[in-house]
């Protein structure tokens, strides 16, 4: 019989699942419910529930759990024997949380077939949506969280993080202030991550460190919840926590409701979750320090693999745990695609006119010019008041194309730094990464080589191999994250790019002209 792995990603806006079986190095199926169309009683926009107060941004937690039983039984529809599933692994997106009253454990642990699981968990909710990684309207418990732990380095050291408006402690303190009786009725909070666990087990599953991270509750060094953190953001919110359990921890057997309902195999293992950065950590074939992924979008994401917790200063980017065991930093310069589209866009050219206008100039401009692309407000660094700043260069100059470039991947080398590991390699991913032009800029200010990597669902992909990994462990057998990972994560052929000496040479040359350059600006601005 076929072993299969099945990782499902619960992210905003639709319900990714994979199917793998590493036997064969294959993916078995992909499939995906999108939450708008297919799930319309809901009335979501993009996956969302909108208020009157556009910082509120909040979406239904039914949804997440009616989309489950959307996707079995598409699965099964289509004759996928599911009773080939060994194990399976939740990401969801990060941040969001979902409210339980004391009832929820019960209902969980005796989830009827007959009827479908969005009616059974209806009436365990003490609250009927949850506020996800969009809500930014926390601000006042950000500064209360931030002046009661001793300031936003202190925070960061703590927890791995600065108090960002998204992360869920900020948030259960506004649901606990606006709303004390509903938290007083709260017995158990979950995340994103954690929810679909708890339904697919039948039991309230555990948090993983690598989404526990993205809440400022969690001790980042020991990876257990932090006792003054918890005291700073809501009265007696430890009992309403799950413990913090190893990514790779079995929560238990598939709950009998998929076992009758889809034809699960009643010994198939249910995995902790994790977010869906810590996910696609593992989907991008991530496992060792030093390896390093670039995503150039809309923003552009430094997502690196470390072995030791090392914490940002200056609360530059995000520390979570890594599913693999050490650390893992996420880093957002927003500034991306906007910025590359912008410098295009005001030469007249198109992409190819760009990338030959990058060929035609030489590396570090020869010392000549240096652009601060900071066409949007920054967040890393961080910038409030936006505008562009050139040295050496005039608007219309072509070596703008160059320039913005060299300075997107410089400021990401400077501002990565704190982590003490240099990328030994770097997974670039993202529309922007089909343009080898760029890819060179990147390996050379970087000092190593860049590989392309197409990824469509790296998230649902490193659930998948987080559920393999988690069975290889449950068995007792080895399970080295390069193996677990080979044939799944991999490069595009043929789409490595090495640095070139002379370049690294003259980005060595450039980086304190640049730092400098920076620094006078942010003074000036009063960052
Ligand atoms: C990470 C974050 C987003 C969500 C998206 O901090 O807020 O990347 O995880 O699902």
Same mark, same amino acid.
């Given at each position: 019989?076929?072993?299969?792995?099945?990782?499902?990603?619960?992210?905003?806006?639709?319900?990714?699942?994979?199917?793998?079986?590493?036997?064969?190095?294959?993916?078995?199926?992909?499939?995906?419910?999108?939450?708008?169309?297919?799930?319309?009683?809901?009335?979501?926009?993009?996956?969302?529930?909108?208020?009157?107060?556009?910082?509120?941004?909040?979406?239904?937690?039914?949804?997440?759990?009616?989309?489950?039983?959307?996707?079995?039984?598409?699965?099964?529809?289509?004759?996928?024997?599911?009773?080939?599933?060994?194990?399976?692994?939740?990401?969801?997106?990060?941040?969001?949380?979902?409210?339980?009253?004391?009832?929820?454990?019960?209902?969980?642990?005796?989830?009827?077939?007959?009827?479908?699981?969005?009616?059974?968990?209806?009436?365990?909710?003490?609250?009927?949506?949850?506020?996800?990684?969009?809500?930014?309207?926390?601000?006042?418990?950000?500064?209360?969280?931030?002046?009661?732990?001793?300031?936003?380095?202190?925070?960061?050291?703590?927890?791995?993080?600065?108090?960002?408006?998204?992360?869920?402690?900020?948030?259960?303190?506004?649901?606990?202030?606006?709303?004390?009786?509903?938290?007083?009725?709260?017995?158990?909070?979950?995340?994103?991550?954690?929810?679909?666990?708890?339904?697919?087990?039948?039991?309230?599953?555990?948090?993983?460190?690598?989404?526990?991270?993205?809440?400022?509750?969690?001790?980042?060094?020991?990876?257990?919840?932090?006792?003054?953190?918890?005291?700073?953001?809501?009265?007696d919110l430890a009992r309403r926590l799950p413990p913090i359990a190893p990514s790779h921890t079995v929560v238990g057997p598939i709950s009998s409701y998929f076992v009758r309902r889809y034809g699960f195999s009643p010994s198939?293992?249910?995995?902790?979750?994790?977010?869906?950065?810590?996910?696609?950590?593992?989907?991008?074939?991530?496992?060792?320090?030093?390896?390093?992924?670039?995503?150039?979008?809309?923003?552009?994401?430094?997502?690196?693999?470390?072995?030791?917790?090392?914490?940002?200063?200056?609360?530059?980017?995000?520390?979570?745990?890594?599913?693999?065991?050490?650390?893992?930093?996420?880093?957002?310069?927003?500034?991306?695609?906007?910025?590359?589209?912008?410098?295009?866009?005001?030469?007249?050219?198109?992409?190819?006119?760009?990338?030959?206008?990058?060929?035609?100039?030489?590396?570090?401009?020869?010392?000549?010019?240096?652009?601060?692309?900071?066409?949007?407000?920054?967040?890393?660094?961080?910038?409030?008041?936006?505008?562009?700043?050139?040295?050496?260069?005039?608007?219309?100059?072509?070596?703008?194309?160059?320039a913005v470039v060299e300075a997107q991947m410089m400021a990401m080398r400077i501002h990565t730094r704190w982590m003490g590991v240099r990328p030994a390699s770097i997974h670039a991913t993202g529309g922007?990464?089909?343009?080898?032009?760029?890819?060179?800029?990147?390996? !050379?200010?970087?000092?190593?080589?860049?590989?392309? =990597? #197409?990824?469509? @669902?790296?998230? /649902?992909? &490193? *659930?998948?191999?987080?559920?393999?990994?988690?069975?290889?462990?449950?068995?007792?057998?080895?399970?080295?994250?390069?193996?677990?990972?080979?044939?799944?994560?991999?490069?595009?052929?043929?789409?490595?790019?090495?640095?070139?000496?002379?370049?690294?040479?003259?980005? !060595?040359?450039?980086?304190?002209?640049?730092?400098? =350059? #920076?620094?006078? @600006?942010?003074? /000036?601005? &009063? *960052?």
């Amino acid at each position: 019989m076929a072993r299969w792995f099945l990782g499902l990603d619960s992210s905003t806006q639709s319900l990714t699942a994979i199917l793998i079986d590493p036997e064969a190095r294959a993916i078995v199926a992909e499939r995906s419910v999108n939450f708008d169309a297919e799930l319309p009683e809901y009335g979501t926009r993009n996956g969302v529930l909108r208020a009157a107060d556009p910082t509120v941004v909040h979406a239904p937690p039914l949804m997440w759990a009616a989309a489950l039983d959307r996707m079995f039984e598409r699965l099964r529809a289509e004759g996928r024997s599911l009773a080939n599933v060994v194990a399976v692994a939740v990401s969801g997106q990060q941040h969001g949380s979902v409210y339980l009253t004391a009832d929820a454990p019960a209902v969980l642990a005796r989830l009827d077939p007959a009827h479908g699981l969005a009616e059974q968990l209806q009436p365990v909710l003490s609250r009927p949506s949850s506020p996800i990684w969009m809500d930014s309207s926390t601000t006042a418990e950000c500064d209360e969280i931030t002046a009661a732990l001793g300031g936003a380095a202190a925070v960061a050291r703590r927890t791995g993080s600065a108090a960002f408006e998204r992360f869920t402690g900020p948030q259960i303190r506004k649901f606990w202030k606006t709303d004390p009786a509903a938290y007083a009725r709260t017995a158990h909070i979950a995340l994103v991550s954690s929810f679909i666990p708890s339904i697919l087990a039948g039991r309230i599953a555990p948090i993983d460190p690598g989404d526990g991270a993205g809440m400022n509750l969690m001790d980042i060094s020991t990876k257990q919840w932090d006792p003054a953190a918890l005291e700073a953001t809501a009265p007696d919110l430890a009992r309403r926590l799950p413990p913090i359990a190893p990514s790779h921890t079995v929560v238990g057997p598939i709950s009998s409701y998929f076992v009758r309902r889809y034809g699960f195999s009643p010994s198939a293992m249910v995995v902790v979750g994790s977010g869906d950065n810590p996910c696609s950590l593992v989907g991008l074939g991530l496992v060792r320090s030093g390896m390093v992924a670039i995503s150039l979008g809309t923003s552009d994401t430094y997502f690196g693999a470390m072995d030791e917790c090392r914490v940002s200063e200056h609360g530059e980017g995000h520390v979570f745990g890594s599913p693999t065991g050490g650390y893992m930093t996420l880093v957002c310069f927003k500034n991306g695609s906007l910025a590359r589209e912008r410098v295009r866009d005001e030469l007249g050219l198109d992409w190819d006119g760009f990338s030959r206008a990058i060929r035609e100039t030489p590396p570090a401009l020869g010392g000549r010019g240096l652009v601060l692309p900071w066409y949007d407000p920054e967040i890393t660094p961080r910038v409030l008041v936006p505008g562009v700043r050139r040295r050496g260069l005039q608007p219309g100059d072509l070596a703008m194309c160059r320039a913005v470039v060299e300075a997107q991947m410089m400021a990401m080398r400077i501002h990565t730094r704190w982590m003490g590991v240099r990328p030994a390699s770097i997974h670039a991913t993202g529309g922007a990464s089909a343009n080898v032009e760029i890819l060179q800029v990147m390996a !050379d200010v970087h000092a190593c080589p860049v590989h392309r =990597f #197409e990824t469509t @669902a790296s998230a /649902a992909l &490193g *659930a998948a191999l987080r559920a393999y990994h988690a069975a290889e462990v449950a068995a007792g057998r080895p399970a080295d994250w390069s193996e677990i990972v080979r044939g799944f994560a991999e490069p595009v052929a043929g789409s490595r790019v090495d640095p070139r000496p002379e370049a690294v040479r003259a980005y !060595d040359a450039m980086e304190p002209r640049y730092a400098a =350059f #920076e620094q006078e @600006a942010l003074k /000036a601005i &009063g *960052a």
